[in-house]
């Protein structure tokens, strides 16, 4: 299991680095918006902070060592996530099993993979991967993602929009 956790990790880094240096897969220039434009939140319902960030290439460089050089969304769609609280244990939280990614169609995309940055009961860092197509490539065609966090601190549902 960790050894398919570190061979993912390595191979959405990489598609990333590819996609910062020759444009988006459509033929156009990489995904340019700022990442503070990227970046969403919630209002911290249920005592836990939540911020997810939609991971450019700009972003990427933004983590700087935090995250391998490597990294790539080649074939993956990448959410960064930040979970804050002083009230609640985060650690017990699947994210991939709790988050989806819903395309305009309306249909849903489960994570495969966290890949974790910071791990601690009351902070939790990392990044979502979810199988298919890169935050480029998604962009270009969908021109708009919800990402969709289940049952987090008893919160139903939160979600969280982006428009390209």
Same mark, same amino acid.
């Given at each position: 299991?960790?050894?398919?956790?570190?061979?993912?990790?390595?191979?959405?880094?990489?598609?990333?680095?590819?996609?910062?240096?020759?444009?988006?897969?459509?033929?156009?220039?990489?995904?340019?918006?700022?990442?503070?434009? @990227?970046?969403?939140?919630? %209002?911290?319902? !249920?005592?836990?902070?939540?911020? #997810?960030? *939609? /991971? =450019?290439?700009?972003?990427?460089?933004?983590?700087?060592?935090?995250?391998?050089?490597?990294?790539?969304?080649?074939?993956?769609?990448?959410?960064?996530?930040?979970?804050?609280?002083?009230?609640?244990?985060?650690?017990?939280?699947?994210?991939?099993? @709790?988050?989806?990614?819903? %395309?305009?169609? !309306?249909?849903?995309?489960?994570? #495969?993979? *966290? /890949? =974790?940055?910071?791990?601690?009961?009351?902070?939790?860092?990392?990044?979502?991967?979810?199988?298919?197509?890169?935050?480029?490539?998604?962009?270009?065609?969908?021109?708009?993602?919800?990402?969709?966090?289940?049952?987090?601190?008893?919160?139903?549902?939160?979600?969280?929009?982006?428009?390209?």
């Amino acid at each position: 299991m960790a050894w398919t956790r570190t061979w993912l990790a390595l191979a959405v880094l990489a598609g990333v680095a590819a996609l910062g240096c020759s444009g988006a897969a459509s033929g156009g220039p990489a995904l340019a918006t700022p990442v503070a434009t @990227l970046s969403r939140s919630d %209002d911290g319902l !249920g005592g836990v902070a939540v911020e #997810a960030v *939609w /991971v =450019s290439a700009e972003h990427l460089v933004e983590m700087g060592d935090t995250v391998p050089r490597a990294f790539s969304t080649g074939n993956y769609v990448l959410l960064h996530l930040k979970l804050d609280t002083h009230s609640v244990n985060l650690v017990g939280y699947d994210l991939p099993r @709790l988050a989806a990614l819903e %395309d305009t169609a !309306g249909r849903s995309i489960a994570a #495969a993979e *966290w /890949v =974790s940055i910071k791990e601690d009961s009351h902070h939790r860092e990392g990044l979502l991967a979810l199988p298919g197509e890169s935050n480029e490539a998604w962009a270009v065609r969908q021109r708009e993602a919800h990402l969709r966090l289940h049952d987090i601190a008893g919160v139903p549902e939160r979600t969280f929009r982006w428009q390209f």
